[in-house]
Structures are given as structure tokens and as C-alpha cells.
Nanobody
Framework: HVQLVESGGGSVQAGGSLTLSCAAS????????MGWFRQPPGKQREGVAA???????NYADSVKGRFSISRDIASRTLYLQMSNLKPEDTALYYC??????????????????RGPGTQVTVS
């Protein structure tokens, strides 16, 4: 049973930066895709970034050039570095994992596991 726990959220002024972390445990497969999603207040979930099991990186157009997804395999931690934050980035951010690959339609997929999320507020 995969467990994911996010941290690093908070309140920041527009133009600021935050780095989110996602600690993962309980993997039984060696091949996982991982991603970051967010849910703004009153809106639907949207994909932010994904790191596919083959190393491919995918980003939502709205965050390209500002956000960077990465992973530390040894510590089983997924990161999302966010810079030049905008008020429209305000949302509950959560990480998710999926056995196998997620592919180019990653943002529309239902991942297998997700964490409870961490709130990011940009004012």
C-alpha cells in the first residue's frame, strides 16, 4: 500500500518561491510514474507536472518555465520547485503515483494513490 505525504506548502507573496516535497513509502513495484496535481478553491483538479517512469517530464502550460518536478530516488521523495508564483497558483497541491507509465495524457489520468495535500496560497 503506497503512502504519500506532502509538505512545504504555505503562504507567499506573488513572485515568491516554494518547494513542495512528497515522501513516498510502501512501493511494491519498481516502475512508477509520479505527478503533482492541484485543486484551486471551487474548481476542478488540474495536472501540474508529471515525472514518468521512463524519466520523461511533463508540465501544464500554465506552469512551464516556473515549476520544476524532480525526484530523489534514494530518499523516495518527489519535489516540486515553484518560482514566480502567481495568485492563480493558489490551490491544494497533492502528489500522486501510478504503477507503470502515465504517458502524454497524464493530466487526465486517475493515478493509483495520492497524498492528502498541502495548501499553497499566493497573494
Amino acid at each position: 500500500h503506497v503512502q504519500l505525504v506532502e509538505s512545504g506548502g504555505g503562504s507567499v507573496q506573488a513572485g515568491g518561491s516554494l518547494t513542495l516535497s512528497c515522501a513516498a513509502s510502501g512501493y511494491t513495484s519498481s516502475t512508477y510514474a509520479m505527478g503533482w496535481f492541484r485543486q484551486p478553491p471551487g474548481k476542478q483538479r488540474e495536472g501540474v507536472a508529471a515525472l514518468d517512469s521512463d524519466g520523461n517530464l511533463n508540465y501544464a502550460d500554465s506552469v512551464k518555465g516556473r515549476f520544476s518536478i524532480s525526484r530523489d530516488i534514494a530518499s523516495r521523495t518527489l519535489y516540486l520547485q515553484m518560482s514566480n508564483l502567481k495568485p492563480e497558483d493558489t490551490a491544494l497541491y497533492y502528489c500522486a503515483s501510478k504503477v507503470g507509465m502515465c504517458g502524454p495524457n497524464w493530466s487526465k489520468l486517475r493515478f493509483d494513490s495520492r497524498g492528502p495535500g498541502t495548501q499553497v496560497t499566493v497573494s
